[in-house]
Each structure stands twice: as structure tokens, then as C-alpha cells.
């Protein structure tokens, strides 16, 4: 089993922190990767919500290379993202990728020249942000939940966001615009 005395076991209680931050924060969570993303590194980026990564990052799990298997979350998380054969793949031999294969075995949301990276990071999650909000997190939290449930109790969880976002002035908001054929103007509530 394992052992919480190992050197390790404080810094994976931290990282299972921050993993759990990312992936249940009510808010997406933009990854922007320019560079090596591997081991823990490449599980934060996995619990993101998007990832958008420039043509020199590299992303892997190569956690078997030292005799470890996946601690962060990459076990979950990966396999979620890119298909159970694809993860395994990844995890048992601990390939480095480059990152116009993660673009297309669907790992990233965006690959960009690194000079694009942030700027298309930032212009990513200001869409979201000027978004109806509540009903970004509320979807957030939907994904997140459902992908652990029967389609019966994922359905319950859609009617009872729905329900919340009908509620919502960003609602009102959304409808008017559309029968007025105008933007909306969403202000997250």
C-alpha cells in the first residue's frame, strides 16, 4: 500500500489539493501549456476544463519510468479525455507526446505559435467570462458529476440546473436576445 510517511506524502496531499481545486472549481479553468507538462504537471492540465498549448509543449505520464504509476489523477482523468486505449498507452510506456499529436488524439481544446498562446488563452476564458456564468458552472458541474452516473440521475442533475438557470436574469437575458436577434449581454446573474 502506500506509505503516508515517504518524503512524498506531503507534497502528494498537495497535489491532490490543487488537482481537486481545478477539476471542482465553479468556474472553467483555462490550462495553457508551453512546455514539458508531464507526471503532475500534465494532471493539472488534464483536471483544466480546457487546455490550449503551444506547437513546443509536450505532454506525458511518465510516471512508469520511474517505477511509479500515475498519483495526480491521470488515471482518472486521461482515460476520460482521450479513450482508455490511448491512456493506457500513455501510462504503461510513459511516451512523451508532442503537441500536435495531444491536439489530435484530442487532448487540447487549441494549438497556437507560442507567441498566440496567451493571447489566445486569455481571449478564450474572457468568452467565458462575459458568458451566462451560472449556467458555464452549473455545466461544469453537470460533466463532472454525470460522467459517474446512470443517464437516469444525470438527467435529474440537468432538470435541477435547468431549473436554477431559469431563475436567472442571464436566462431572461438569452431569450430576449435571441428573439430580438441581437448579442446577448450576459452579466452572471
Request: net charge negative; proline share 4%.
Amino acid at each position: 500500500g502506500y506509505d503516508d510517511t515517504e518524503p512524498s506524502a506531503g507534497w502528494i496531499d498537495l497535489a491532490h489539493a490543487l488537482i481537486m481545486r481545478i477539476y471542482r472549481l465553479p468556474k472553467p479553468v483555462v490550462a495553457a501549456v508551453n512546455g514539458v507538462a508531464v507526471g503532475a504537471g500534465c494532471d493539472m492540465a488534464l483536471a483544466s476544463d480546457l487546455r490550449v498549448a503551444s506547437t513546443s509543449a509536450r505532454f506525458g505520464q511518465a510516471y512508469i519510468k520511474l517505477g511509479y504509476c500515475p498519483d495526480a489523477g491521470g488515471s482518472f482523468l486521461l482515460p476520460r479525455l482521450i479513450g482508455e486505449a490511448r491512456a493506457m498507452e500513455m501510462i504503461y510506456t510513459g511516451r512523451i507526446i508532442d503537441a500536435q499529436e495531444a491536439n489530435r488524439i484530442g487532448l487540447l481544446n487549441a494549438l497556437v505559435e507560442p507567441e498566440e498562446l496567451m493571447p489566445t488563452a486569455l481571449e478564450l476564458a474572457g468568452r467565458l467570462a462575459q458568458g451566462p456564468t451560472i449556467a458555464i458552472g452549473l455545466s461544469k458541474e453537470n460533466i463532472r458529476q454525470n460522467a459517474m452516473l446512470n443517464i437516469e440521475d444525470a438527467l435529474r442533475n440537468e432538470r435541477r440546473a435547468g431549473e436554477i438557470c431559469g431563475r436567472t436574469e442571464d436566462a431572461k437575458e438569452g431569450l430576449a436576445a435571441t428573439v430580438e436577434r441581437r448579442d446577448a449581454n450576459f452579466q452572471g446573474r
